[in-house]
Structure formats: structure tokens, C-alpha cells
């Protein structure tokens, strides 16, 4: 906290800050649970030691509901007033926006689409073993899939290359196919108009496509309306939603 403090002094007065970050964050700018690199993280009064240090008002919000709502303000989810959030990347994240703002539900938590539980086969034969959703549709999982194929494979990037390889496409369809099954869940529950889905690897046109059409697949009569659209602002959506936030504190 004392070197974020230090880079926004570098940066010049300010009137206030927005602050976009991992974990699970309440209404008073404290972090109530992250489980990430950062030691000791979980408990953080972030809001309240950078008011401290800078002497203006912060907001302080969780990094995929900071980009949900950029998105809402300024990309794909702008004119819609309810929408989900997917992003895929190191994990899955979500964010939900309700009647034109964030949903954080009864602890501030809403939107860990990446813990729904879904079911996968057993790697020794087993049958059938609960998993948690990113641990088997997040970007991460698919790269991690692809290795068992090419180990030299390193990032999503480099695994929408060889989409076309007939090695590796199985590895592509199954990872599809685990997206879709998680997304036809949201859509089931929520019965969204709009998801807006995020993640360097979402960029990917066919791969894109390939997800809404295996999508399609899994819902109900009636669930169809449904709109999935590809997120627009890229990695700046995080900072921008978190400058909105801090905008909206003036």
C-alpha cells in the first residue's frame, strides 16, 4: 500500500482514486478474502490506508466487476442496463450488472461464476468427479490441455495458432465445450438479454464463434434470445472501470 501510494503522488494531485484488484473486496474498501500471491492480502484495508496516505476519497473494487463496468459505461454492455460478465483468464471471473449498477449480493461476493461446480471425467477412469468451473474452461485449462499435446505451447495465443491441427483440436472442443456448459448454467439461472465475455483468448473470432454455437446447443426453449458478445476494451477495461467509479465519487 505504501509504494500505491507513492506511484499516484508521482502521477501528480489528483482529485480521487479508483483502485481495480483481485480478491473478494466490501463496501468499506476492505479485502475479505484472496487466496493470490500477495501474502497476507486477505484483510487489507486498502481503501481506508490510501485515503490516509493521499488525503482524497477511494473506491476500491474487485478487478472483473471494475472491467464489467467499464464495459457497461463505454463497450459491448453500453445501452443494456442487465448483463453477466464471463472473463476468462488465469481463472474465471464474473461480474453482474443489475437495473444499471453492480450487483454484490448479501456479502459483497456475487459474480465467482469461476466456483460453480460442474462435473468432468475422472483422469483415472473413474467416472465422473466434481470440478470447479475454472478449473476446467478458464484460459489456463485450456493452455494447460494443449501441453499434453505440444509442450511448447505457452499461452492462449500461441494455442488459437493450431486451431486447425487435427492433434489438438479434440483438446480445443472439449475446452469449448466446458465453456459452454458454465455459460448455459448463468444463462438458465439469470436469463440475461446480454453476457458479455472477456479474456485475451475470447479475442479469438473462431474460437468465438465456436463458443456460442456450442452454447446454443445446451439450452432450453426459450433461453434462446440470448446475446454473447465479445468484450471490447481489451486490458485496459479494468483501469477504466475503476476511474469511472473514482469519477463517480466527485
Known amino acids: ?41 486477505t484483510g487489507t484495508p486498502v481503501r481506508a490506508l490510501l485515503e490516509r496516505a493521499l488525503g482524497v476519497p477511494v473506491v476500491v473494487e474487485n478487478d472483473v466487476n471494475c472491467a464489467a463496468w467499464a464495459e457497461a459505461c463505454l463497450g459491448a454492455g453500453q445501452g443494456c442496463s442487465d448483463f453477466l460478465s464471463v472473463t476468462y483468464g488465469t481463472g474465471v471471473g464474473g461480474a453482474i450488472i443489475q437495473n444499471g449498477s453492480l450487483y454484490h449480493g448479501a456479502n459483497w461476493s456475487a459474480g465467482e461464476f469461476g466456483a460453480m461446480q460442474l462435473f468432468s471425467q475422472n483422469a483415472q477412469g473413474g467416472g465422473l468427479c466434481a470440478a470447479f468451473y475454472e478449473n476446467l474452461a478458464s484460459a489456463a485449462a485450456l493452455v494447460h490441455a494443449a501441453q499434453g499435446v505440444y509442450p511448447e505451447l505457452q499461452d492462449g495465443r500461441q494455442v488459437c495458432e493450431h486451431m486447425e491441427d487435427p492433434a489438438l483440436s479434440p483438446v480445443i472442443d ?75 465519487l466527485l
Open 1 to 41: 500500500m505504501d509504494a500505491a501510494a507513492e506511484i499516484i503522488r508521482k502521477m501528480g494531485p489528483v482529485d480521487a482514486v479508483g483502485i481495480s484488484t483481485r480478491g473478494q473486496v466490501d463496501r468499506s474498501g476492505v479485502i475479505l478474502f484472496d487466496n493470490g500471491p500477495v501474502t497476507d492480502y
Open 174 to 248: 472439449q475446452w469449448v465445450r466446458n465453456v459452454s456448459y458454465g455459460l448455459s448454467s448463468l444463462i438458465h439461472i439469470f436469463n440475461p438479454g446480454l453476457i458479455v465475455l472477456g479474456g485475451g483468448i475470447l479475442q479469438n473470432d473462431a474460437l468465438f464463434e465456436k463458443i456460442d454455437a456450442c452454447t446454443r446447443t445446451q439450452l432450453m426453449p426459450g433461453f434462446d434470445c440470448v446475446r454473447l458478445v465479445q468484450a471490447r476494451l481489451g486490458n485496459r477495461a479494468g483501469m477504466t472501470g475503476a476511474a469511472l467509479l473514482a469519477q463517480n
